[in-house]
């Protein structure tokens, strides 16, 4: 991009776009990213392809990529000599427009990020961290008993925490600790590693199959605290849709819900099955139809046949494909 001396704003965008560049290792004039399998990369990659394009909505506001990840560096910096490789982060985010953003920015220092749903009671959320070995906090949820706020990005208080004796050693590659699955020995006892690979090889195999358009437009519906939730945000955001954030109130009203969808003509929806089978008992009882809606993508749980025919039979969604994404992907 030439110089504009009467249009300074594009002379920062330029500045802007030439440092995604080279943090990605990508020459604009040819050639990939030589590095796709972290996170972080991949989005400062997606950035670049479509830097002014809204790319999350809530209900308060959008944000484009490039803010997205100005966030992030913002972020980044106020963690730099704070954290590393080898130790973790928790992100107290609400499900908003912003929450991708600090999660970016934990993981641009090389750390892996432990996500924590704001409510969590106290507790739970302290065990946590103790396992985790935690010492840096990104929230903005406010703080806990013995946080101490040292820095502000964007909506996020940067804050530090006691040193815990824990010591856990965070094996390389990982993104995340998540929390344990339903039915696991010793649930909420104990986070367990989700390296970047584990959530990139889903998105490299799901998105494609999807057979994407440019308009595509996800939903942000789970915590980022569970598996799925740490998928169905990547899945958009680094293949260049967009996503609407399900906030907790619409989340836990399925009539809500079918609304939000057909009102944001979203083309890709991610679901537990049970929480599906409210979607299709509300979308049928409110008579709301999706014809937006291209895919309805089910994981994490048994499929409930009963609730899919019902589906079925109401036409809420003629055009959609509905999957079970729990392990290879396949048409139901």
């Given at each position: 991009?030439?110089?504009?001396?009467?249009?300074?704003?594009?002379?920062?965008?330029?500045?802007?776009?030439?440092?995604?560049?080279?943090?990605?290792?990508?020459?604009?004039?040819?050639?990939?990213?030589?590095?796709?399998?972290?996170?972080?990369?991949?989005?400062?990659?997606?950035?670049?392809?479509?830097?002014?394009?809204?790319r999350t909505r809530d209900t308060a506001?959008?944000?484009?990529?490039?803010?997205?990840?100005?966030?992030?560096?913002?972020?980044?910096?106020?963690?730099?000599?704070?954290?590393?490789?080898?130790?973790?982060?928790?992100?107290?985010?609400?499900?908003?427009?912003?929450?991708?953003a600090a999660v970016v920015g934990a993981l641009r220092t090389g750390a892996a990020v432990l996500p924590l749903e704001p409510g969590h009671n106290a507790g739970l959320q302290e065990h946590l961290m103790r396992d985790a070995g935690v010492e840096m906090v990104i929230s903005d949820s406010g703080l806990l008993r013995d946080e101490i706020p040292l820095a502000k990005a964007g909506p996020f208080v940067v804050a530090a925490r006691p040193e815990t004796a824990t010591g856990r050693e965070i094996p390389p590659h990982t993104a995340f600790l998540a929390l344990p699955a339903a039915g696991d020995p010793g649930r909420a006892l104990t986070v367990r590693p989700v390296t970047h690979?584990?959530?990139?090889?889903?998105?490299?195999?799901?998105?494609?199959?999807?057979?994407?358009?440019?308009?595509?437009?996800?939903?942000?519906?789970?915590?980022?605290?569970?598996?799925?939730?740490?998928?169905?945000?990547?899945?958009?955001?680094?293949?260049?849709?967009?996503t609407v954030v399900v906030d907790r109130d619409t989340a836990c009203d399925a009539r809500a819900f079918a609304r939000l969808l057909a009102e944001r003509q979203v083309t890709v929806v991610t679901q537990l099955p049970?929480?599906?089978?409210?979607?299709?008992?509300?979308?049928?009882?409110?008579?709301?139809?999706?014809?937006?809606?291209?895919?309805?993508?089910?994981?994490?749980?048994?499929?409930?046949?009963?609730?899919?025919?019902?589906?079925?039979?109401a036409r809420i969604a003629p055009q959609a494909v509905v999957w079970d994404v729990s392990g290879p992907p396949t048409v139901l």
């Open positions: 991009m030439n110089a504009t001396p009467d249009h300074p704003e594009l002379d920062q965008l330029s500045a802007d776009l030439a440092a995604l560049h080279g943090r990605i290792g990508l020459d604009p004039a040819a050639g990939r990213p030589a590095r796709r399998d972290r996170i972080d990369i991949r989005f400062a990659a997606a950035a670049a392809r479509h830097p002014t394009q809204v506001q959008q944000t484009t990529h490039l803010e997205l990840d100005w966030l992030a560096d913002d972020i980044a910096r106020r963690l730099s000599g704070r954290t590393g490789p080898g130790a973790a982060v928790a992100v107290r985010a609400q499900r908003s427009s912003t929450a991708p690979m584990d959530v990139l090889s889903w998105v490299d195999a799901v998105v494609p199959m999807l057979e994407p358009g440019p308009d595509e437009v996800w939903t942000y519906f789970h915590s980022l605290s569970l598996d799925l939730g740490m998928r169905e945000i990547w899945a958009p955001l680094l293949s260049g849709a967009r049970s929480a599906f089978a409210r979607l299709a008992a509300a979308a049928r009882a409110s008579r709301t139809a999706l014809p937006a809606l291209r895919h309805v993508l089910l994981s994490d749980e048994q499929v409930d046949a009963a609730a899919l025919a019902d589906w079925r039979d």
